[in-house]
């Protein structure tokens, strides 16, 4: 799960070797070179035992090297040599892998973990909460050296890396947190995001007081319920919940969809109001112009525009009717001048 080790020192499979060499070579008391039989039992060793430094480190990972036990500095990727056991040692971790915790349930085999996932929320209800931690290491050091950790057998976690009881500890305790604060029926209906959101940021808080080297890249809420005894009754609350804001989103709509329509017939009324005030101003304008045009002819000829407007009014209040303006000056009788007989126009008056 966190990389391979390199394998510790090993005093009998070097003795083995030794014996086996000094076997092969003790009749003639020379390696092939020359070389006296001691000399090779002590550098042939030596020359393998060094060897046994190189290590590669992958793209994903990360190794702590340590010299007599104390932490010394990270290598990335790449082949790389260090002294080997017993005076340094390497851990090769993967360190960009997003690992996974769960909290009040186990996906192998499936069961839930009732101790983990019962809480109390803020109006003092119980509620079930199972929920998923993803995390990655962000610091080799801290995650390795810093936290003392028993490990925890039910999820496979060694001794020694406080992604074990440490961090479901923490992950626990910010939680209970985050939900005392709220309640149930938050929880269980509008706030799922926001518990997610708050418990991601104190449960980070609390790793990074720790020292652990914890990277939190995510926190999931897979189920919240009530418990069995009373699930049927706020099953019912959260349908009406949902029901609730179904409708809200509905009227939201509507309302989207009717005031785009009342502003347009609105501005449609406005323009056609502005253009019945201009036209009845232009109106009114003209008709002004038109009295001071025929005020400035009265007062230069005051009878004989009286007369003309005199005429004009007669020809407006008797459209279409024949009339015959006598001259009250001249004298005569209008006799000769009224028709005799309907639709007929009156004879010519004979040359004296």
Request: proline share 7%.
């Amino acid at each position: 799960m966190y990389g391979e080790r390199r394998p510790e020192f090993d005093p009998d499979k070097m003795l083995r070797d030794l014996r086996e060499r000094f076997d092969r070579f003790r009749l003639g008391g020379r390696v092939p070179g020359g070389v006296p039989l001691a000399l090779a039992a002590f550098f042939v060793p030596f020359f393998i035992w060094l060897a046994t430094g190189f290590y590669t480190v992958a793209p994903a990972e990360q190794a702590a090297e340590r010299l007599f036990g104390e932490f010394r500095g990270t290598r990335d990727q790449g082949l790389h040599w260090y002294p080997p056991t017993p005076i340094g040692n390497v851990d090769v971790v993967a360190i960009t892998e997003t690992r996974t915790m769960e909290l009040g349930f186990r996906s192998s085999p499936t069961r839930d973990v009732e101790g983990e996932a019962q809480m109390i929320s803020g109006d003092l209800n119980i509620i079930n909460i199972q929920m998923i931690v993803q995390y990655k290491i962000a610091d080799l050091e801290l995650f390795l050296f810093r936290v003392s950790d028993p490990g925890e057998e039910d999820r496979g976690i060694a001794a020694g890396r406080p992604d074990g009881r440490t961090l479901k500890d923490a992950t626990e305790a910010a939680l209970r947190q985050v939900i005392g604060q709220r309640a149930l029926d938050d929880v269980l209906t509008v706030e799922k995001v926001a518990v997610q959101d708050q418990t991601r940021q104190t449960l980070q808080a609390l790793l990074n007081d720790y020292q652990t080297g914890i990277e939190i890249l995510g926190v999931d809420l897979q189920t919240v319920r009530p418990p069995d005894p009373v699930r049927p009754a706020f099953d019912d609350v959260v349908a009406a919940r949902v029901d609730k804001e179904s409708r809200i989103n509905n009227a939201l709509a509507y309302q989207e969809d009717q005031v785009p329509r009342s502003l347009g017939s609105a501005q449609v009324v406005i323009q056609q109001a502005e253009a019945f005030k201009e036209a009845r101003i232009a109106r009114a304008e003209g008709e002004a112009a038109r009295f001071l045009a025929v005020l400035a002819e009265y007062q230069k000829s005051k009878e004989v525009t009286r007369q003309r407007l005199y005429l004009e009014a007669m020809e407006e209040i008797l459209p279409g009717v024949t009339k015959f303006i006598v001259d009250p000056v001249a004298g005569g009788n209008v006799l000769p001048f009224l028709p005799l007989t309907q639709g007929s126009n009156p004879a010519p008056l004979a040359a004296p």
